[in-house]
């Protein structure tokens, strides 16, 4: 009971993506049930410490989503407002927002990550999540691997990923002045 508000509030509070993978592996737990697809064909899903098969019946087609798959589906499904159905909505009180309180260390690391990629990218950052601001993206060789950095002004850190994998992270305490 409550999951998908859980998963929901997880969303809201959780910026790290492989931490939200590992909580909805938790969240679900081992087990299955019966499923009815969007066509109208029916399934079985199964979940456990690897991930979601979908088992879809007659033909016993089986796809199988790791973690990391699943976590970026539901993120879609969030961002795209198709996640809670709007029974769901009526009865969901969203967690207490994160905040920040704008001082001078902020501004001025703001400052510094808007003249940053103004002057590399020739774009402005966006603000709107203090927890993940984007400031590098590229690919790793011809692999088309992609490098992400993001800087999180809430956390007090720099994170670097290889695909969807945390290769760096570095924090302080305060932000400098």
């Not at 859980?6 to 959780?14: E, G, W």
């Not at 909805?24 to 049930?33: Q, S, T």
């Not at 899903?45 to 199988?64: A, C, M, S």
């Not at 011809?142 to 992609?146: A, G, L, Q, V």
């Given at each position: 009971m409550g999951g998908k508000?859980?998963?929901?509030?997880?969303?809201?509070?959780?910026?790290?993506?492989?931490?939200?993978?590992?909580?909805?592996?938790?969240?679900?737990?081992?087990?299955?049930?019966?499923?009815?697809?969007?066509?109208?064909?029916s399934g079985f899903?199964?979940?456990?410490?690897?991930?979601?098969?979908?088992?879809?019946?007659?033909?016993?087609?089986?796809?199988?989503?790791k973690w990391a798959q699943v976590e970026q589906y539901i993120d879609l499904m969030i961002q795209s407002d198709r996640y809670l159905t709007d029974k769901e909505k009526e009865h969901y009180t969203p967690p207490a927002p994160v905040s920040v309180k704008p001082d001078g260390a902020l501004t001025r690391a703001q400052n510094l990550i808007l003249e940053f990629c103004q002057e590399e990218y020739d774009s402005e950052p966006d603000f709107s999540d203090l927890s993940k601001i984007g400031v590098a993206y590229t690919n790793a060789t011809?692999?088309?691997?992609?490098i992400q950095v993001n800087v999180d002004l809430v956390g007090y850190r720099v994170e670097r990923y290889l695909g969807e994998v945390l290769i760096d992270e570095r924090r302080t305490k305060v932000w400098k002045n």
């Open positions: 508000q859980r998963i929901m509030a997880l969303y809201q509070t959780q910026p790290d993506r492989s931490l939200r993978a590992k909580a909805l592996a938790k969240e679900y737990g081992i087990g299955g049930h019966s499923h009815n697809f969007l066509d109208g064909s899903v199964n979940h456990d410490w690897k991930g979601l098969e979908f088992d879809h019946y007659p033909e016993h087609q089986k796809i199988t989503l011809d692999e088309e691997i992609p």
